[in-house]
T-cell receptor, first 114, second 115 residues
Framework: QKEVEQNSGPLSVPEGAIASLNCTYSDRGSQSFFWYRQYSGKSPELIMFIYSNGDKEDGRFTAQLNKASQYVSLLIRDSQPSDSATYLCAVKGARRGGSEKLVFGKGTKLTVNP | GAGVSQSPSNKVTEKGKDVELRCDPISGHTALYWYRQSLGQGLEFLIYFQGNSAPDKSGLPSDRFSAERTGGSVSTLTIQRTQQEDSAVYLC?????????????FGPGTRLTVT
């Protein structure tokens, strides 16, 4: 079983719609969860992080975490063509021997159509 | 301020040659990570440095790969006897590892092509 799994997509939504991106993880001891956005040919950039169960909102973005279900999602409201990118889910596991690496999913490619 | 920088931006090498990739992290960041990303794939963790602690090398795919971080700042990733499957974008990231945020700032990457 892969450690962090995402639907590779592509996910296509019309402009103004809500885009929903999902991620599951296998390590039940995982502590922190991150969503990165990566435009084609560019490096990833952090858009949201979440530690506690529930929702965290930042502008048009909402991250949702359910540790019991080992599930984290990202909602993008009022999607814009500029949101078209690959969204990477990353998980920081339980601390083992002091290492705190992030494990990334393969990403979901989102296309927002004008 | 200056972000993470990497050099070279592109590297084409022949199979069997050694290559060195360089990363300059953000000043003051104690944590430094190397990842690689093959076409259409996610980020594959390679190695992680944190301060003076022993690095986490658990992601290095073979003994042809090694990395150093001198003086707690600049890092060099070395790939010996390159193979075609080593072709990928190699990304470096650094982090200040605060309690509240774990944001990793990524450099622009080095695109390695092994012919």
């Amino acid at each position: 079983q892969k450690e962090v799994e995402q639907n590779s997509g592509p996910l296509s939504v019309p402009e103004g719609a809500i885009a929903s991106l999902n991620c599951t993880y296998s390590d039940r001891g995982s502590q922190s969860f991150f969503w990165y956005r990566q435009y084609s040919g560019k490096s990833p950039e952090l858009i949201m992080f979440i530690y506690s169960n529930g929702d965290k909102e930042d502008g048009r973005f909402t991250a949702q975490l359910n540790k019991a279900s080992q599930y984290v999602s990202l909602l993008i409201r009022d999607s814009q063509p500029s949101d078209s990118a690959t969204y990477l889910c990353a998980v920081k596991g339980a601390r083992r021997g002091g290492s705190e690496k992030l494990v990334f999913g393969k990403g979901t490619k989102l296309t927002v159509n004008p | 301020g200056a972000g993470v920088s990497q050099s070279p931006s592109n590297k084409v090498t022949e199979k069997g040659k050694d290559v060195e990739l360089r990363c300059d992290p953000i000043s003051g960041h104690t944590a430094l990570y190397w990842y690689r990303q093959s076409l259409g794939q996610g980020l594959e963790f390679l190695i992680y440095f944190q301060g003076n602690s022993a690095p986490d090398k658990s992601g290095l795919p073979s003994d042809r790969f090694s990395a150093e971080r001198t003086g707690g700042s600049v890092s060099t990733l070395t790939i010996q006897r390159t193979q075609q499957e080593d072709s990928a974008v190699y990304l470096c990231a650094s982090s200040s590892r605060t309690e509240l945020s774990y944001e990793q700032y990524f450099g622009p990457g080095t695109r390695l092509t092994v012919t």
